[in-house]
């Protein structure tokens, strides 16, 4: 289903813009994360040329979505305060606080994008109501990513190919049905995205 991995030098040969933002990303994560990032990539540069969406934006998106990960949740909570000392994502489970730091980061650090890169970046773990084009390519990229190994990922890969809010619906429930069998906190914006991706899938 997806192209094999290459490093950014490599696969965007003479194109400086991807391979600086590729080379922003890995500078702050571990060689595991660059791995996943760049599995992330791939699936996203498949499901852009699917879907229709922008191939570049969606390879951009990917590269930079979890350019926060591997903060320390200080790191996290300062970059979100910064910003806005109020800011309700910081009431939420801390796994969802490296999607809003990166945004913020990213929209800062890198000057080449825009609104829709920066929305895939900050709302790529919970989903939001309404997903663009672009923030779907990147959070179903994120579930089936070649690194990915969870059961149920086969059928979120064929379910992708053609439907994004398919896909959107199995991963979302996904992740759900994790939270409750660990008994964590489940943000309420996961499960109003995944009842969206509901309405979406089977409406009436
Ligand atoms: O950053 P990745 O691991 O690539 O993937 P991600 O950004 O989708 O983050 C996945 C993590 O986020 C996973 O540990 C589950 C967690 N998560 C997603 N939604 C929620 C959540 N954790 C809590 N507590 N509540 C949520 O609603
Ligand atoms: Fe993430
Ligand atoms: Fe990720």
């Known amino acids: 289903m997806f192209p094999p991995i290459q490093d950014p030098e490599i696969w ?10 590729a080379a922003y990303a890995k500078a702050q994560m571990t060689d595991k994360r660059w791995r996943h990032t760049q599995g992330v990539v791939v699936a996203a540069h498949v499901l852009a040329h699917r879907h229709g969406a922008d191939v570049r934006k969606a390879t951009i998106a990917a590269y930079v979505h979890d350019v926060a990960k591997c903060w320390s949740l200080e790191q996290m909570r300062a970059r979100i305060a910064a910003h806005d000392a109020h800011d309700p994502i910081l009431d939420a489970p801390p ?34 109501v309404g997903m663009g084009l672009l923030e779907k390519v990147v959070c179903v990229a994120d579930y089936i990513e070649p690194g990915r190994h969870f059961e149920g990922v086969d059928q979120i890969r064929s379910e992708a190919l053609h439907s994004l809010d398919r896909a959107l619906l ?18 309420e914006q996961t499960v109003r995205s995944r009842n969206d991706m509901l309405r979406i899938v089977y409406p009436g």
């Open 12 to 21: 965007h040969r003479g194109d400086e813009q991807l391979i600086g933002i």
């Open 170 to 187: 199995l991963g979302l429930s996904h992740t759900i049905r994790s939270l409750l069998a660990e008994h964590k906190h489940i943000y």
């Open 95 to 128: 796994s969802l606080w490296h999607a809003h730091a990166g945004a913020l980061a990213v929209h800062c650090d890198v000057p080449s994008v825009d609104e829709d890169i920066v929305n895939a970046v900050k709302y790529h773990t919970s989903g939001r």
